[in-house]
């Protein structure tokens, strides 16, 4: 059977009256609107238009406004869409709302978002003021006067101060000073013994402290979990000490004996150089007595007294010297 033009027209029609429809109900949320109406929330159709034109999803500004009215919580359709265009989670901040809301918190509007555009997690941080948490540090070590090494982990009790959120030192920074506290604490105390008694003197000493001073925690308590003893640190610094003196004694002494044994061999080089003298002015007697003897000034029988002294002196030395080995040789056979 064929159809008509007219009814051909007419299917057509309703074809694009059907695809038309669909692209208008697409565009305009129609169905958050209604929800929107139910809930009591007046968002006008050309504000969801409007949102759509902006690039905004209408259900993540409309969904968490919904929730807000049904808390008692007044904000306006532009804070919730000025936030997500500037980046913002706004599902977060209005949940961080209904439970500051809850909570009794003074938590404004500009103040959360302010918070979560930092990269804060607002709604967390309301849930740690609410239900503080506890931070652990890494085991501390720290040298008391007395140079024993005592190590102590501490659990730090913290609770959001949400005022400091923005612009507030982490975690991180909290850890850090109480470990620098630790330290002081046990660097200041006498003796190992008494931070083993006193524990809580650690902890007192620390909270005095005021360390959560620009951070965005405030310390509730700082409890010690663990206290150990370690090395004897005083006493292996004496001893790297006594073995660094000892070093530097053995080197002094060192160079103490190669002047000695450079200056002995200049003794024996001067005595050598004497030596030579000797046997030089030696060389010039014969010298002087032949001249004595050509000039007359020394007769003959004065040259052969002179060569008896000395034949008479050689055989003394000879004597003497043949004594003293005899008295060697005795007392080797004793």
Do not use: C
Not at 161 to 176: C, H, K, Q, S, Y
Not at 219 to 227: F, H, N, P, R
């Amino acid at each position: 059977m064929v159809l008509g033009a007219g009814a051909v027209a007419s299917l057509l029609l309703i074809l694009f009256i059907f695809i038309g429809v669909a692209v208008i109900f697409s565009f305009i949320p129609v169905g958050l609107w209604i929800s929107a109406l139910a809930a009591g929330v007046k968002v006008g159709i050309f504000t969801l238009i409007g949102m759509r034109l902006r690039r905004v999803p209408p259900a993540q500004i409309v969904n968490p406004m919904i929730k807000a009215d049904k808390a008692g919580i007044g904000i306006s359709v532009n804070q919730l869409e000025a936030h997500y265009l500037a980046g913002g989670n706004v599902d977060r901040v209005v949940n961080a709302l209904i439970a500051a809301e809850r909570a009794a918190i003074p938590l404004p509007f500009e103040r959360a978002a302010a918070i979560d555009l930092a990269g804060r997690d607002v709604f967390q941080a309301v849930q740690m003021s609410v239900n503080p948490r506890v931070l652990e540090t890494p085991l501390v070590s720290a040298v008391a006067k007395d140079g024993i090494e005592v190590k102590a982990k501490a659990r730090v009790t913290v609770r959001a101060n949400i005022d400091r959120l923005v612009g507030g030192a982490g975690e991180e920074t909290i850890i850090a000073r109480v470990g620098e506290g630790i330290v002081t604490t046990v660097g200041s105390s006498e003796s190992h013994k008494a931070v083993l008694e006193n524990p809580d003197l650690i902890s007192r000493t620390v909270l005095n402290k005021g360390l959560d001073s620009g951070t965005a925690f405030e310390i509730l308590s700082i409890d010690i979990a663990d206290v150990d003893v370690g090395r004897n640190i005083g006493a292996q610094l004496q001893t790297d000490q006594a073995e660094a003196d000892k070093r530097i004694a053995q080197a002094k002494a060192e160079e103490r004996r190669a002047m000695a044994v450079a200056k002995e061999q200049e003794m024996k080089a001067g005595v050598q150089e004497m030596r030579a003298k000797v046997v030089e002015a030696e060389a010039e007697v014969p010298k002087a007595m032949a001249e004595a003897l050509r000039q007359g000034k020394m007769g003959v029988m004065d040259y052969l007294n002179m060569q008896n002294i000395q034949a008479d002196t050689q055989m003394r030395d000879s004597i003497s010297k043949s004594g003293k080995s005899s008295d060697a040789s005795i007392k080797d056979k004793k």
